[in-house]
């Protein structure tokens, strides 16, 4: 085989700020505070607090491979992490805050981090987890000299940087070299770790880019409002450099009044997040009877959003909704909810049904479903199976975890995402439901994510559920949970005749319970393992 007469440049994290800083100068960085008020710097001045940083990092020590964690909201002086320990050659190891205290304390055990950067907000957390976390961790608060908590041993990150150069010889790493770990929200288990490479993170951003359809451009504000803690925050402190698009960090505040005035002062075009963050924010809207002055578009993720959520973002308000679709071990994105070739054209319904599937694969995302077998079925957009991926943004491996390692992925590589779906011709993939989700009842399969969808559509229901209960007749029969929208009284009767026009007799819950709240994991899913423990008892006595 010949190959190219090619230059061996690999591609790092620390090129990208390079380069939005380089010919993306006026794109900025704002970013709400712990300490109050608003932070402005642009990408140039982010590079150079990037590098005073690095030189801090090797002064306290830190060695190529090793892990630093974050404990941290989206906010300047993460990016600036993000960045710092990535150039280096060292690991940022970023940490969900919201996970159980044993969570915590296993992933920090687990990756044997160095040093831990943590926002004065999570000073409580640190100090009531410091005993069970290594005995050579330091601890760095993210924060100024006046801003300091208790604590004679704690460093200040604005100290660390004073006096810094600002300008570092990066080293030249190679592509492949770790960057970032992540771990997953354990549900079932210890956490499972991913450890991402500068390759695998620069190719993401560039896969997201070339598939979404012109969602990023020069001179947008893009606001993360998915945290910094879980996957990258989907590669968009990355994506925004290359785009030269404006970050807007929102901080801790991530309520719907709150965001609604982050994204009116800033005049942020788009936002990615999770669909309780979008539901808060379509209750606000609703109250001031308009939306953000420019936004345009929100990208909803990490689970599936309502059919009556896109149509309320788009028919109510004008701004383009999209389905993103992935896993923390894809790095994460693995397929975006994106019309092409004329399709922005279609009916509002039209477009909606497309909109509520998952989306298409992204370039560098190999599909493939099987079935209980083993074999692979057809991709026709009627035959379901469990769904496989492969691709360079995919992990090989968990981190340090064999055992982990060896049921996720099959002989050839292919990693078990653990979802049920369908796909199209098109690469259009159709989630059809978490294949621990799916409920049995009498030998037929029911989605519980299709009566979800028909319930939330319901308008007072504010967010729902639905669970697989074991039920003495037919093994298991679906149980819906609603979180009544606040004021309304909500009909049992009446919400499962508003199901039962778009479904089978069968397929109809047998029950409804009303909750004030749904429990919900760490990175904002509903744990419908938690539901399973408090009400699979439900129907143990149904005739």
């Not at 710092?84 to 296993?106: E, F, K, S």
């Not at 926002?119 to 069970?132: A, H, K, M, S, V």
């Not at 049921?407 to 995402?417: M, N, Q, R």
Request: aromatic fraction near 8%; charge should be negative.
């Amino acid at each position: 085989m010949l190959n190219g007469l090619m230059m061996d440049a690999p591609l790092t994290l620390m090129d990208v700020l390079d380069y939005g800083a380089q010919v993306h100068p006026k794109a900025e960085v704002v970013s709400a505070t712990v300490e109050g008020g608003v932070h402005r710097q642009n990408y140039r001045q982010t590079r150079r607090r990037v590098a005073r940083l690095a030189h801090a990092l090797v002064a306290q020590g830190v060695k190529p491979g090793d892990r630093v964690a974050t404990i941290a909201w989206n906010t300047y002086r993460h990016l600036e992490l993000y960045y710092a320990i990535a150039g280096i050659g060292a690991v940022c190891h970023t940490i969900n805050p919201r996970l159980p205290a044993d969570q915590m304390a296993y992933i920090v055990n687990h990756a044997d981090d160095t040093l831990i950067f943590f926002d004065t907000t999570f000073t409580p957390l640190i100090t009531g987890l410091r005993d069970q976390f290594p005995a050579h961790t330091r601890y760095v608060a993210m924060t100024d000299r006046a801003h300091m908590p208790e604590g004679d041993d704690l460093l200040c990150y604005e100290e660390l940087l004073g006096g810094q150069p600002e300008h570092y010889d990066w080293p030249t790493l190679d592509e492949n070299t770790a960057c970032a770990l992540c771990y997953t929200s354990g549900t079932t288990g210890n956490p499972k770790g991913a450890l991402y490479s500068h390759r695998s993170c620069l190719l993401q951003a560039l896969f997201a880019l070339a598939g979404s359809n012109g969602v990023f451009r020069v001179g947008d504000r893009i606001l993360p409002v998915v945290p910094m803690f879980h996957v990258n925050a989907w590669g968009l402190p990355y994506a925004a450099p290359l785009t030269g698009c404006s970050l807007i960090m929102p901080g801790a505040a991530l309520d719907g009044a709150s965001l609604f005035d982050v994204m009116d002062r800033e005049e942020v075009t788009g936002a990615w997040g999770v669909p309780t963050v979008w539901m808060g924010l379509l209750t606000e809207m609703k109250q001031r009877g308009r939306k953000p002055g420019r936004l345009r578009q929100v990208l909803i993720g990490g689970s599936a959003p309502p059919r009556s959520m896109l149509r309320a973002f788009e028919n109510d308000y004008g701004i383009e909704a999209m389905q993103g679709w992935g896993m923390t071990e894809m790095n994460p994105t693995g397929s975006m909810g994106i019309l092409v070739e004329g399709e922005d054209q279609l009916p509002l319904e039209e477009r909606l049904d497309i909109k509520s599937s998952a989306g298409r694969r992204l370039f560098g995302v190999r599909m493939k479903l099987v079935d209980d077998d083993g074999r692979e079925v057809p991709q026709d957009g009627q035959a379901v199976g469990e769904l496989y991926v492969k691709g360079p943004t995919v992990i090989s491996a968990y981190f340090n975890n064999e055992e982990a390692t060896a049921k996720a992925f099959d002989k050839d590589g292919w990693f078990a995402t653990g979802d049920m779906a369908s796909l199209t011709e098109d690469g259009t993939l159709h989630i059809v439901d978490r294949a621990k989700d799916l409920i049995k009842s009498g030998g037929e399969w029911i989605s519980s994510i299709d009566l979800e969808n028909l319930a939330a559509a319901h308008p007072d229901v504010a967010e729902c559920a639905v669970i697989g209960v074991p039920h003495p007749k037919w093994d298991e029969r679906p149980l819906l949970i609603v979180v009544p929208r606040p004021g309304s009284e909500p009909d049992k009767q009446a919400l499962l005749d508003h199901m039962a026009g778009e479904i089978a007799k069968w397929q109809l819950p047998d029950d409804v319970l009303f909750v004030d709240e749904l429990p919900h994991t760490a990175t904002g899913k509903v744990s419908k393992r938690h539901l399973r423990d408090r009400f699979g008892g439900h129907l143990a006595d149904a005739g």
